[in-house]
């Protein structure tokens, strides 16, 4: 893929974003968030494939991949007013829907074109299928670790902030009662992403946020989410009880072991 085309992908999606602004300020700001957020998301994974020594080419696939895997958040907060899939729709599902009603990948051969779609689609998931090809698993595993790195550091920046002005958008709408869920608890003490379907409260929803390290693919990323101490400053905004205590000790001995 040419940078010349790269960059017509750039103009397209900053003139999509510029429709979804009005006069909600709540709403602009949000609008915002993920616009930066998806910039911020092209600048991981370009750092995350040329660290892996990927050619030209496979480095501009991935920067498109990064450049619309969250195309659909725009809909889905102009439809619903919030980022929960729970309540609203998948939003890589409406991603991969909005690229293909807009045609806007016409120009890209049909694997590579196939590759964008199903990376995007799988992006959010628990897990990768075990059905997809070598080629699209390795686009797959950039985008969720590019995506991960990005909201890490906006979660725990935004936790960390005590005179923030509260965003019940990007809390999902969750409510602070209650005892962090066992079972998200026990996702965690295996090694496993959280399941979504489990989250109660904002205990679980960070949580969930944290168990995303027993997800990272690659070395960049993960020295990254160290170097900037994200799980860190999440973990200390949970209250310090005997169970939390254990899944900082448990997430401290798992990544002293992976490196």
């Not at 890209?108 to 990768?128: F, G, M, P, S």
Request: charged share 35%.
């Amino acid at each position: 893929m040419l940078n010349e085309e790269l960059e017509k992908y750039k103009k397209f999606f900053y003139d999509f974003v510029n429709e979804y602004y009005n006069d909600d300020i709540q709403v602009n700001k949000n609008v915002k968030l993920k616009y930066n957020h998806t910039l911020r998301v092209c600048k991981n994974i370009v750092e995350i494939a040329k660290s892996l020594r990927l050619n030209k080419n496979d480095i501009n696939l991935a920067e498109v991949i990064a450049l619309f895997h969250d195309i659909g958040r725009f809909e889905q907060l102009r439809l619903y007013n919030t980022f929960n899939d729970k309540i609203s729709e998948d939003h890589s599902e409406l991603s991969v829907k909005i690229l293909k009603s807009e045609n806007i990948l016409k120009n890209i051969n049909d694997i590579d074109r196939e590759i964008i779609y199903t990376a995007i689609k799988y992006h959010n998931k628990r897990i990768v299928p075990d059905s997809i090809d070598k080629r699209t698993e390795l686009f797959s595993k950039l985008i969720r670790d590019s995506d991960k790195l990005d909201i890490l550091k906006v979660l725990s920046e935004y936790y960390k902030d005590e005179n923030k002005d509260k965003n019940s958008t990007l809390e999902l709408d969750l409510n602070d009662n209650g005892e962090c869920s066992d079972s998200v608890l026990n996702d965690i003490f295996k090694k496993a992403p959280v399941n979504f379907e489990n989250i109660k409260n904002t205990y679980d929803y960070k949580l969930g946020q944290i168990s995303w390290i027993f997800d990272i693919n690659f070395d960049y990323t993960l020295k990254k989410i160290v170097e900037y101490k994200y799980i860190d400053m999440i973990l200390n905004t949970l209250p310090k009880k005997d169970k939390i205590n254990k899944v900082k000790a448990y997430i401290q001995d798992y990544l002293t072991a992976r490196l």
